[in-house]
């Protein structure tokens, strides 16, 4: 660790209620930021709200008030919602505040009269849902490439900053700073993106289009493009231009997270901006994937929004942040249910975490209520010793290559590990059969691996952990993870554990409400629970979920020796690694003719290796007589897009 961690969610857009998306991100660097905390490092997490732009202006213009007011009242969402989730931000920052605005003015009058920003005049297509330019080259089938909505042609004057000139040293930089762009494979999606000229960038509106926005410093006609004003909120928090001590203690930032639908603004735009004002890079830029309802893109139109206050509502703040963090492999899209959710509740906490506390609290109660000094050895120690001994070093390693939920895997099977140690040694016949020195052993060994297990989860649950440590007699003085690795935690021998009720009171099915379900799946799950035609061999829509079809470029492809119809492919499905398939067309693709294609690919069937390589996933092609043709996607679709 550095001993400095400055963390950045995106500034989320007033327009509309928070959601899952919202939340994740957030809880995500409240989890990091906890972390770093606990570890000793000086840390300083940011977040905030993106308050100008059409958005916002059109939201207040349909609530019939004016954007401010708007703002003003949506931003209370978020910020309740941080709080009622424990989110513990060092600052919020608004765009409409004038620290914010006065800096971004001072930015785009100094980058104008070094000739970053010019004024021409522009031609082209605008998304008024994206607030952004395109090409005709770049509209899909006439529509916006990103939304798909209908664009309007635009001529008229702009200023525009010379991005195109930063091309060619953004490259270089991705490539020499394999640590900038997380994972690894959206730092080669920007790669990909750079391979087309780069454009300038268009950071006006006029006002007679769009007046809710940061006024041009230097022509009054104009506002400043949403984006162009909302990324320097990342400098203007930490007192760039303003506190030079401040700035230099907080800036770079350490991690920058984002969602991987703003990749581009984050990875092209925001770097080069930088570059421009010769401000030093942020040292990662994180992209996760999206929370998906079932296997369903979340939207307001299909219903199938999850909102997290419900969530809260059902299993609790700290279970809600632990389910987020444990479920989603960062980087990777994660599929949201109410029973995942249940069952993580159910069954890491309620039966593992939850029995284990209320196991060596009730043992210890009755055997006088103080943790004793361990006695003889049982013999049975040494599995459970070993996973929390793993569970505390491994869990920096999972912090810094960003393997979360790996770290939080870790600290469960610990758990599971204790409860098969107390299993094992019956402390109830130990205490029977008056055994006091294996008895003591036991109740030592449980209190105080207990108490590691909940530092290290204490970050993604602190509330529930700070009770557990106060179960187990630690008062109000909580233990760090900075302690633990530097094994300097007062013995808790002595100490006098607390009755507690159960921390994870185990949750009925029926008494959760429904899964959130769009109503295209609702209609489908009608569907398919009518009787099928006997005639026909029919799947229901839940078989066919099971097949996860997802978008995959090829990125590597040559003949596999030995075997003329086969190739071996690599492919990019959105994964940190790009994966083997092994293909029969051989005949019909060489190598470099299907070499970066966007294919379709099965990805969940089951690996195989075939004539000795590897193979995990299977194209879809049509064939015809001799035939044989690739299922592509019509459009650019990145890769890892779930087909259903
Ligand atoms: N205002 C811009 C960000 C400007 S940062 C200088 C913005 N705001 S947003 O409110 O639309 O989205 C904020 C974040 O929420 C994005 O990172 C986006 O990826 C994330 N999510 C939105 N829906 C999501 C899911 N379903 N799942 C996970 N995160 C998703 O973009």
């Known amino acids: ?116 920003i010019y004024k021409a005049e522009y031609t082209g297509w605008y998304c008024v849902g994206c607030e952004r330019y395109f090409t005709e080259k770049d509209l899909v089938e006439g529509k916006c490439p990103d939304c798909g909505r209908e664009v309007s042609a635009l001529k008229e004057s702009n200023y525009f900053f010379r991005m195109s000139k930063y091309q060619e040293w953004l490259i270089d930089y991705i490539k020499s700073h394999p640590e900038f762009i997380q994972p690894a494979f959206r730092a080669n999606e920007t790669l990909g993106f750079l391979k087309q000229p780069l ?79 010769n401000v030093e890079m942020p040292g990662s830029i994180f992209a996760h994937g999206w929370w998906l309802t079932g296997n369903t893109k979340m939207s307001k139109s299909l219903g199938n929004v999850v909102n997290p206050m419900e969530m809260i509502g059902i299993v609790g703040v700290d279970a809600f942040r632990y389910f987020l963090m444990a479920e989603m492999t960062l980087g990777n899209d994660a599929s949201f249910t109410r029973e995942a959710l249940m069952r993580r509740y159910n069954s890491d906490l309620a039966n593992d975490l939850g029995n284990l506390l209320s196991r060596v609290v009730k043992l210890t109660l009755r055997a006088g209520g103080a943790i004793p000094a361990p006695g003889e050895p049982t013999g049975n120690e040494e599995e459970f010793n070993s996973a929390v001994e793993a569970a505390v070093s491994g869990m920096k390693s999972c912090l810094e290559s960003m393997k979360l939920d790996q770290g939080i895997a870790a600290v469960l099977s610990a758990v599971r590990a204790g409860n098969r140690y107390v299993e094992q040694c019956a402390p109830w016949a130990l205490a029977k059969n008056n055994d006091i020195a294996h008895l003591n052993t036991v109740l030592y ?16 649950m602190p509330g529930k952990m700070a009770e557990l440590q106060k179960a187990l007699g630690g008062g109000d003085e909580l233990l760090t993870i900075g302690d633990l690795l530097s094994g300097n935690c007062p013995d808790p021998a002595g100490r006098t554990v607390q009755e507690v009720a159960p921390l994870f009171p185990r949750i009925q099915e029926e008494e959760a409400p429904a899964a959130p379900c769009s109503k295209a799946e609702k209609k489908e799950k009608a569907k398919a629970a009518a009787p099928a035609p006997e005639a026909v061999e029919l799947v229901t829509i839940d078989q066919f979920c099971k097949v996860k079809l997802k978008t995959a470029r090829v990125v590597a492809a040559e003949k596999l020796e030995g075997a003329d119809k086969l190739l071996k492919l690599k492919i990019d499905i959105g994964e940190a690694e790009p994966r083997p398939l092994v293909a029969g067309v051989a005949k019909y693709y060489t190598p470099e003719e299907i070499m970066g294609k966007t294919i379709v690919v099965v990805s969940n069937l089951q690996p195989a290796t075939i004539r000795g390589a590897e193979s995990r996933g299977m194209l879809l092609a049509a064939k015809f007589g001799k035939e044989l043709r690739l299922v592509t996607v019509d459009g650019d679709v990145p890769a890892g897009a779930d087909i259903g």
């Open 1 to 116: 660790m550095s001993g400095k961690f400055y963390v950045t969610t995106p500034i989320y857009y007033v327009n509309d209620r928070p959601h899952i998306g919202h939340a994740y991100t957030t809880i995500l660097a409240d989890v990091l930021a906890c972390f770093h905390r606990s570890m000793g490092d000086d840390t300083y997490f940011l977040t905030g709200t993106d308050e100008h732009g059409q958005k916002v202006e059109n939201a207040a213009a349909k609530n019939g008030v004016t954007p401010q007011q708007h703002a003003d009242e949506t931003v209370v969402r978020f910020q309740e919602l941080w709080q009622k989730l424990g989110i513990t931000n060092d600052d919020f920052i608004r765009t409409t505040e004038a620290r914010h605005k006065d800096v971004v003015k001072e930015i785009l009058q100094d980058l104008y009269d070094r000739g970053e």
């Open 445 to 460: 060994t449980v209190a105080a691996n207990l108490r590691k297990l909940a530092v290290l989860l204490a970050p993604v």
């Open 199 to 277: 454009a300038d960038l268009c950071i006006s509106r006029p006002k007679s289009r769009l007046s809710w926005g940061i006024e041009l410093p230097f022509d009054s006609d104009y506002v400043c493009y949403v984006w162009f004003d909302a990324l320097i909120n990342y400098i203007s928090a930490v007192g760039y231009r303003r506190d030079d001590a401040a700035f230099a203690r907080r800036w770079p930032a350490s991690c920058q997270l984002i969602g991987k639908d703003i990749l581009t603004t984050h990875s092209v735009y925001w770097p080069t901006m930088l570059k421009a004002m």
